[in-house]
């Protein structure tokens, strides 16, 4: 069991995607044996990509994938009824499939729609140049089931907390902005980059908790203050960065007026921005 252990302990570990996305794939196999779905394929390819990272993202992507597997099945239906397995109209299909989710801005959709007309044209019945349109019906009636699936294991099992997120990276972030604080006041090495990186990470979260459907959003006066905050870490950021240029030593004695003057000014400036980051997190915690 020690490669189970080391697998738990490595920095690529099974996300909560994956996971939600086998147990998904169970569930669509599952419901396809249960109800004999005529093409359970469609289903489980339909569930894999239709799983996104949050609800909302989950439900665009349904919808979306929804348009494109209709698209994908119209264009294939109608080139298999002039020639089936025809390389020529195969690439042509291929084209005006794609282009039509470019049009249609189906995004992440062009892949679902060129697998299920290239399953129209290579279909048994379609060699013999008979279409049924009950294969084509249960193409996308499996596929909708498949994206029904998705977006509910979505939302039921182990649904994103964007909002737990967001606190989590807002103490993060104002705990690396005390260090690079101390760091600059010893004059010592100021790690800059790790706090833009943690100012993106909560802007990220920031942005997907906003873009979540609003029954999902229980925490928006939290957020929202917290949110408030960061055009202020940035200027933070900023001044970490101005003194981080200086390339300052702990010999102070070594610094000119002029320099120990802008020192001191950038050194003002980011300590009273960080009594507000401070004040920022005491009220997120009410």
């Not at 979306?64 to 195969?90: E, H, T, W």
């Not at 379609?126 to 019906?137: D, F, G, M, R, T």
């Not at 702990?250 to 003002?268: G, I, P, W």
Request: hydrophobic share 50%.
């Amino acid at each position: 069991m020690k490669w189970l252990s080391n697998l738990l302990k490595t920095d690529h570990r099974l996300g909560f995607r994956v996971i939600k996305t086998g147990i998904a794939v169970t569930i669509c196999v599952a419901v396809s044996f249960l109800f004999k779905l005529d093409q359970p394929l469609f289903a489980v390819v339909a569930t894999v990509m239709s799983m996104g990272k949050s609800i909302d993202a989950s439900v665009k992507s349904g919808k979306y994938k929804l348009i494109a597997v209709v698209i994908g099945v119209a264009i294939g239906c109608g080139f298999a009824f002039l020639s089936p397995a025809n390389a020529g109209l195969c690439g042509v299909g291929i084209m005006i499939t794609l282009y039509l989710c470019h049009f249609f801005k189906l995004n992440g959709a062009a892949t679902l729609a060129s697998f299920v007309f290239a399953a129209m044209m290579f279909n048994p019945a379609a060699v013999v140049h008979v279409v049924p349109w009950s294969y084509a019906l249960a193409c996308v009636m499996d596929s909708a089931i498949g994206i029904v699936i998705a977006l509910i294991v979505n939302l039921v099992v182990m649904p994103p907390n964007y909002a737990g997120e967001i606190k989590k990276s807002c103490a993060q972030l104002c705990s690396q902005i005390e260090e690079s604080f101390e760091n600059a006041g010893s004059k010592t090495q100021i790690d800059a980059r790790a706090v833009e990186a943690l100012i993106a990470k909560l802007r990220y979260n920031v942005n997907m908790y906003i873009s979540q459907t609003k029954f999902l959003r229980w925490n928006d006066d939290e957020v929202f203050k917290i949110s408030c905050k960061i055009s202020t870490y940035q200027m933070v950021l900023d001044e970490l960065k101005a003194v981080e240029v200086m390339e300052l030593t702990e010999n102070t004695s070594e610094l000119s007026a002029e320099l120990l003057t802008v020192y001191n000014y950038h050194m003002d400036r980011m300590h009273k921005l960080y009594e507000h980051t401070i004040e920022t997190v005491q009220t997120s915690e009410k």
